[in-house]
């Protein structure tokens, strides 16, 4: 009977410390990601790029092709591809 009732204290503390973790944790600040237009949205997307895997990332000064590729069955309001040379 005492190891199930140490087998259950120890499940409880080990639920509130858990709970408590959960508790104070606070997530960082969310960015702003507002943007215009389909390039605005790149670049957006190229600036977390060269923050986060810096040696892979596309330059900023690379002159993109823009081209509309929404399919007509797809209800979306435009789905656009960029490329470059």
Do not use: H
């Not at 120890?10 to 960015?31: M, W």
């Not at 389909?38 to 690379?62: H, M, N």
Request: charged share 20%.
């Amino acid at each position: 009977m005492a190891r199930v009732k140490l087998y259950l204290g120890a499940v409880i503390l080990g639920l509130l410390a858990l709970l408590a973790g959960e508790c104070a944790y606070q997530p960082g600040p969310t960015p702003n990601l507002a943007f215009e237009d389909a390039a605005g949205s790149r670049d957006i997307a190229i600036t977390y790029l060269q923050k986060q895997v810096d040696e892979s990332a596309p330059a900023t000064d690379i002159d993109w092709d823009e081209a509309n590729i929404t399919p007509t069955s797809l209800v979306v309001k435009e789905l656009i591809a960029f490329s470059s040379d």
